[in-house]
């Protein structure tokens, strides 16, 4: 399961609406989940009392597969879910490794119903975590080699293997970590780094020490070059006696299983965060730098308008009043020409000589015009 939760979402709503029903439905549905788990559920209304869940999941290691698939101890922790609702069928259905049939009428009424229907539709993640639990439980100094012990390989997922090796003292879970976007690989290593600092600190003093390194660990020697060949380099964690004791052994095993998935979900969330305040970040520069255009057409826009305002008012008042000026003017200089044109030129003594050397003889006619009435 690539989701933090332990519950299959789509296996729990199915569930649900046949307990709501309180009748028979008849119902042959598949559900395939990341990881290569399938369910099969059915259910018939010649059967009305059951309910027939198959489950098939990929075993973590190949050197623990048994003749049918499922331990005792694996089947135990799956009928331990509710006792009175959950019995194992047996044979499993071909092509399942368990096949569980269910009395849905067994489901006390209330909250409590919920609370069942969910711990049922977890069974992938109790598989899981029973394998585990046996190996990290079970593995015997028959599995020494030169002093050491063996290192186990175990595949949640076909490209996300990850190794147990457990020790007299402690156990090791080394992760080789690989990414595709680089961007992915500098923000898992900041926080590997920033994980092994914190899980130093006295605070986290009980938690399992963390350790990230470029190169393999010593203890994956031998092991095949596909495996170990990661550029986000490997994640160790030191687990100690006291972190599987009890009911801390069930969250130990639930963490080593979903490493991968936080480790992811942390790198997207960042990476999002990231570009979510870079674009923020643009937004608000861009609206400062188109404001800033903004006012500064404005008020190019405005001297403009006041240039032209002014403009027109000049040319305005020149039309106005030049022109007329102009005009008369020009009329005055016209009319001096034409007074100049048409006056008489005076010479000084020029009128006595005409007056006496000019002067025109009068003549009187012997003939008289007498008006008639």
Not at 129 to 138: G, T, V, W
């Amino acid at each position: 399961m690539a989701c933090l939760e332990r519950a299959s979402p789509a296996l729990k709503r199915i569930l649900l609406k046949l307990y709501r029903e309180n009748k028979s439905i008849e119902i042959d549905h598949h559900l395939y989940e990341f990881g290569s788990v399938e369910y099969h559920i059915q259910s018939s209304t010649s059967d009305a009392h059951y309910t027939y869940l198959s489950v098939s999941t990929p075993l973590l290691s190949q050197g623990f597969i048994l003749p049918n698939g499922i331990s005792h101890y694996t089947k135990q922790m799956v009928k331990g879910i509710c006792p009175d609702v959950v019995e194992i069928m047996e044979p499993a259905k071909e092509g399942y490794q368990i096949t569980l049939r269910l009395d849905l009428s067994k489901i006390p009424n209330g909250k409590d119903s919920i609370k069942v229907i969910a711990d049922i539709s977890a069974v992938q993640a109790v598989i899981l975590s029973s394998q585990l639990k046996e190996m990290l439980m079970n593995v015997s100094s028959q599995d020494t080699f030169q002093g050491m012990y063996k290192t186990i390989k175990l595949v949640y997922h076909p490209r996300e293997p990850f190794f147990i090796v457990r020790q007299p003292q402690k156990i090791l879970a080394v992760f080789p970590i690989r990414f595709k976007d680089k961007t992915d690989v500098i923000i898992a290593t900041a926080f590997f780094q920033e994980l092994m600092d914190v899980g130093s600190s006295e605070k986290w003093a009980k938690a399992p020490p963390c350790c990230w390194s470029p190169i393999p660990p010593p203890e994956l020697r031998g092991e095949p070059f596909e495996d170990l060949s990661t550029n986000g380099g490997f994640v160790s964690f030191d687990i100690s006696s006291r972190h599987v004791k009890g009911k801390r052994l069930d969250k130990t095993v639930w963490s080593l299983l979903n490493f991968y998935a936080y480790v992811k979900y942390h790198v997207k969330s960042t990476r999002s965060f990231i570009q979510r305040r870079m674009r923020n970040r643009l937004q608000r520069l861009v609206e400062v730098l188109h404001k800033r255009s903004t006012q500064e057409e404005e008020k190019e826009e405005e001297e403009e308008g006041n240039h032209k305002v002014q403009g027109c008012m000049f040319m305005r008042k020149r039309i106005n009043v030049s022109k007329p000026k102009i005009l008369k003017r020009r009329y005055n200089d016209l009319s001096g020409k034409i007074k100049r044109i048409r006056s008489r030129i005076k010479i000084q003594g020029f009128g006595r000589f005409r007056r006496r050397w000019l002067k025109m003889p009068k003549f009187s006619s012997s003939m008289r015009y007498t008006k008639l009435d």
